[in-house]
T-cell receptor, first 121, second 113 residues
């Protein structure tokens, strides 16, 4: 069964450093997402991406964050200058489509990767 | 704004016990509701979903019914197994909100022999 993969599984970095988290979405999917979960808190939406541009972003996704699909397979999240509060589990997800099917009301399932644990020291 | 509240864990049960994990939500319109499960070392997997009021989602013996009058989507299973030990996340997708998911904090379930 196709799956979303993420690398690395754990990243330790010093405050102020740049980090790039990598994701390989499922090959025929068109929509890509990043979520994060700070330890003990809710999983939070960061950004969605389609057709090489951001579709939607949360208030968390400020100028320190950027996303890119540098080639046909990878989807990356970059944090330019990490802060202690960026320490979290980061999940990548992908889906076939974005909009709810108008007739059935079904949503296209988002498939999640295993996550990258980012620790900022 | 939209939000999901689910019961805090961890929940520890004996094998074959009945499971309920409570989930309530706040949203405008008619959101779709989901339960995701995360097994150790793996990503979030969709367990079940319901897209309109009174729908019942079910999978692998788990069930949840979309109750609009109580804004709830409680997860139940009649007889849990050790292999059900995982973290369970309740989530919603708001109408007109693209596919952005709003999650609860997750509830860790541990099933013992």
């Amino acid at each position: 069964e196709p799956e979303v993969t993420q690398t690395p599984s754990h990243q330790v970095t010093q405050m102020g450093q740049e980090v790039i988290l990598r994701c390989v979405p499922i090959s025929n999917h068109l929509y890509f997402y990043w979520y994060r979960q700070i330890l003990g808190q809710k999983v939070e939406f960061l950004v969605s991406f389609y057709n090489n541009e951001i579709s939607e972003k949360s208030e968390i996704f400020d100028d320190q964050f950027s996303v890119e699909r540098p080639d046909g397979s990878n989807f990356t999240l970059k944090i330019r200058s990490t802060k202690l509060e960026d320490s979290a589990m980061y999940f990548c997800a992908s889906s076939e489509a974005l909009f709810r099917r108008r007739t059935s009301g079904d949503s296209y399932e988002q498939y999640f990767g295993p996550g990258t644990r980012l620790t900022v020291t | 704004g939209n939000s999901v509240t689910q019961m805090e864990g961890p929940v520890t049960l004996s094998e074959e016990a009945f499971l309920t994990i409570n989930c309530t939500y706040t949203a405008t319109g008619y959101p779709s509701l989901f339960w995701y499960v995360q097994y150790p070392g793996e990503g979030l997997q969709l367990l079940l979903k319901a897209t309109k009021a009174d729908d019942k989602g079910s999978n692998k013996g788990f069930e949840a019914t979309y109750r609009k009058e109580t804004t709830s989507f409680h997860l139940e299973k009649g007889s849990v197994q050790v292999s059900d030990s995982a973290v369970y996340f309740c989530a919603l997708e708001a109408t007109g909100g693209g596919n952005k998911l709003t999650f609860g904090t997750g509830t860790q379930l541990k099933v013992e022999l």
